[in-house]
């Protein structure tokens, strides 16, 4: 019987993770600070409460896996809150950021018993009301694999991951941060910037705007608030990769005005987007058994290389 | 009874012009290089030869409007023989940049009879396989209005895009150019930059890269000759979009490194965005009358404010 799940925070991620591991049979509870969360939540019959320590007292009780899943701003406080009342359950979070949450897990004395993670889900929308069952069904979730990691606690968060229709990626922190960087943070980023070059085109510009600009500049619908929460947790990660960028663009502007031509970016790109259509179907890590040997080092090295565990 | 229609090119937007225009019960042929094209076009049923200098006697007898609908590249030959063939016929084009076509009419003594348009529809199919009498409906067409043009041959070329369902979109040709640049050809080399940082950060990224990757780089999937040509044909404009673009990235990198914020380009480029979706509806042009007053500055006035003609 795998352990009951005590998830914290129940906006579109962690309210579709209660869900989830509900439907699998298993017990799990939440926690939100807001209680009108936790009224839906209670309506659709799940078992969700407004009080901090009595959720982490009973998880502590229960030896549940805690689940941090509020903001990156609210989570001093809740790792407050889990030293004191649970300091020896299990602990993952579905923060985007990797290394600074390891880094604020560790200056509340809690790294021992914590492994990371990350689900590569999600969509614009927020809150219980856009939660759902099947949001990580298929989806990519990453779980940390750093150095000194508890192979029981690195099992249990994997599982949770599987359980809900996952697969696991597994990444060091630090390498999951410069990953998500160039995928995740700085597309928002060009998005903005092509948003905002396009109306400095006024009117006329807008109005000639059709499918490659809707397409390149869908991500800046989304809330300013997420999006600045997301990339400036993530700055020294998104420095890195805006500077790739900005790179490619400045080379890209001195081909077109000393030589006319754009084929040195537009063939790397065209390659790149090939090549990430190619590898859509992911090959799974089959040779590595958690716990065993040095397979610390042979999990980063498969999940660097695209692979993944699709059950354990 | 409006004048025939000559195309010359039936790739994607000169062969679905042909189908379009044939569906509204006006006479039309076409001319293509290749007599692949030809034989498909014939078989569909359409009126195709091969042959530049009898399709363009048959122009110049029949009063036909020419439309030139070949690549950038292929212009200066096609240009030679309207010269030679029907120098006196209504003539317009296709093609994606408006301030180098105007160059090379001129250049050919043609001006005087020629009004310039661009047709905002397409996709990343081509030739002939690939066309559809429907591209144009509900699309926007631009027409150029510069200093110093034909009424009359204005009038017949936004009857034209009339005709197939689009709206026309006035402006003057070095206008037009600029505005593309910023909301379709800045789109891709902003898609192709994405596409190749991400690669860059290996197999791990491409695993994780999600829809704000997948939607940013779609348009890296077009052939890199079409995009070449479409960005190199439009120097001028596209370097000083790649500049503003520029500009934005470097002041975000500078932002999220000294005072760890990307506020100030999340929040243009979000109310950028809400401005194009504000203004998807168009809104009508009702007070200015070809050929009447200072009509060419009212155009070009009401096409830089985002107005539209869907009559004449």
Redesign the interface.
């Given at each position: 019987m795998d352990r009951p799940v005590c998830i914290l925070g129940l906006g579109l991620i962690g309210g579709s993770l209660l869900r989830a591991v509900v439907s699998t049979g298993r017990i799990a509870w939440g926690y939100n600070r807001s209680f009108g969360s936790v009224e839906a939540a209670r309506s659709d019959g799940y078992d969700a409460e407004n009080d901090l320590e009595a959720v982490l007292r009973r998880a502590a009780v229960a030896d549940a896996l805690v689940v941090i899943a509020v903001p990156m701003t609210a989570v001093d406080s809740v790792l407050d809150a889990v030293a004191r009342y649970a300091p020896n359950c299990a602990l993952t979070d579905v923060v985007s950021v990797k290394a600074e949450m390891a880094g604020a897990v560790a200056a509340h004395g809690l790294s021992a018993r914590y492994i990371g993670g990350h689900p590569?889900?999600g969509t614009s929308a927020s809150g219980w009301i856009a939660t759902d069952e099947d949001l990580f069904r298929n989806a990519?979730w990453?779980v940390s694999v750093d150095d000194g990691v508890d192979p029981d606690v690195w099992t249990t968060v994997a599982r949770l991951a599987l359980s809900v229709g996952s697969v696991v990626?597994p990444?060091a922190s630090d390498?999951?941060d410069?990953?998500?960087a160039?995928?995740?943070h700085?597309?928002?980023?060009?998005?903005?910037?092509?948003?905002?070059?396009?109306?400095?085109?006024?009117?006329?510009?807008?109005?000639?705007?059709?499918?490659?600009?809707r397409?390149?500049?869908?991500?800046?619908?989304?809330?300013?608030t997420l999006?600045?929460a997301m990339?400036?947790a993530n700055?020294a990660g998104?420095?890195a990769?805006?500077?790739?960028?900005?790179e490619?663009?400045?080379q890209?502007?001195e081909a077109?005005?000393n030589d006319?031509?754009?084929?040195e970016?537009?063939?790397?790109?065209?390659?790149?987007?090939?090549?990430?259509?190619d590898?859509l179907q992911?090959w799974e890590i089959t040779d590595v058994t958690i716990g065993v040997g040095d397979w610390v080092t042979a999990l980063r090295d498969a999940?660097?290389?695209?692979g993944?565990l699709q059950s354990l």
């Open positions: 590569m889900a990519v990453v990626v990444a390498e999951h410069r990953a998500v160039r995928v995740s700085l597309p928002h980023l060009l998005a903005e910037t092509l948003a905002a070059v396009g109306a400095a085109g006024g009117d006329l510009a807008l109005r000639l705007a059709a499918g490659s600009f397409d390149g500049t869908r991500v800046a619908g989304t809330s300013p999006v600045n990339c400036e700055a998104l420095t990769a805006l500077d790739d960028a900005i490619r663009l400045v890209a502007r077109l005005s006319s031509s754009t084929a970016l537009v063939d790397a790109g065209h390659t790149a987007r090939r090549r990430y259509d590898q992911w999940g660097r290389r695209g993944v």
